[in-house]
T-cell receptor, first 110, second 114 residues
Framework: SQTIHQWPATLVQPVGSPLSLECTVE??????LYWYRQAAGRGLQLLFY??????ISSEVPQNLSASRPQDRQFILSSKKLLLSDSGFYLC?????????FGPGTRLLVL | LAKTTQPISMDSYEGQEVNITCSHN???????ITWYQQFPSQGPRFIIQ???TKVTNEVASLFIPADRKSSTLSLPRVSLSDTAVYYC???????????????FGTGTRLKVLA
């Protein structure tokens, strides 16, 4: 069966520091991968998606970036965090139309 | 991208059937309708998905009328543990992107009371 991992589960970072969140998927090949952000009490906002290694599409302009160095690995990064980057970050995978979500990373930027 | 409209919140009592209706007037021919459940500080969990008519699985039923402009998620005999936010999504398949993109609204906050 397929499993999706995200780490860390919780992260507290100072403003201006770099960020690296990692997501890996097991049990499937060539998945579509997604990064979402969820602000408190809000719905999920799609940030990036990838249909293959090295292929990244950005949905929202921001100071975040994403990379896909391996088939089942998706990384969300920032060179300098802003206060507004705080939120709940979720990685998801799909093969066709159904997306399956990871446990999420709670990021607090102070 | 197709958008959805659903009630902001609903209250129910344990053991009752709960129906949450979602409208998606601009649904496209290729779009599927998907429902997710989310508990606080957890990722959304897939509940059910359909294209037309009725779909049933071990946890819910999904009713979709012929015009597909709305859908109703039915949760039979809810319990306290069903208290969560429920999202109705319509997938937008991009022939260029080669993937489905979803717009998440604020969902429906279901509160199940004892």
């Amino acid at each position: 069966s397929q499993t999706i991992h995200q780490w860390p589960a919780t992260l507290v970072q100072p403003v201006g520091s770099p960020l690296s969140l990692e997501c890996t998927v097991e049990g499937t090949s060539n998945p579509n991968l997604y990064w979402y952000r969820q602000a408190a009490g809000r719905g999920l906002q799609l940030l990036f998606y990838s249909v293959g290694i090295g292929q990244i599409s950005s949905e929202v302009p921001q100071n975040l970036s994403a990379s896909r160095p391996q088939d089942r690995q998706f990384i969300l990064s920032s060179k300098k965090l802003l206060l507004s980057d705080s939120g709940f970050y979720l990685c998801a995978w799909s093969v066709v139309e159904t997306q399956y979500f990871g446990p999420g990373t709670r990021l607090l930027v102070l | 991208l197709a958008k959805t409209t659903q009630p902001i919140s609903m209250d129910s009592y344990e053991g009752q059937e709960v129906n949450i209706t979602c409208s998606h007037n601009n649904i496209a021919t290729n779009d599927y309708i998907t429902w997710y459940q989310q508990f606080p500080s957890q990722g959304p969990r897939f509940i059910i998905q359909g294209y037309k008519t009725k779909v049933t699985n071990e946890v819910a039923s999904l009713f979709i009328p012929a015009d597909r402009k709305s859908s109703t998620l039915s949760l039979p005999r809810v319990s306290l543990s069903d208290t969560a936010v429920y999202y109705c999504l319509v997938g937008d398949y991009g022939s260029v992107s080669g993937t489905y993109k979803y717009i998440f609204g604020t969902g429906t906050r279901l509160k199940v009371l004892a």
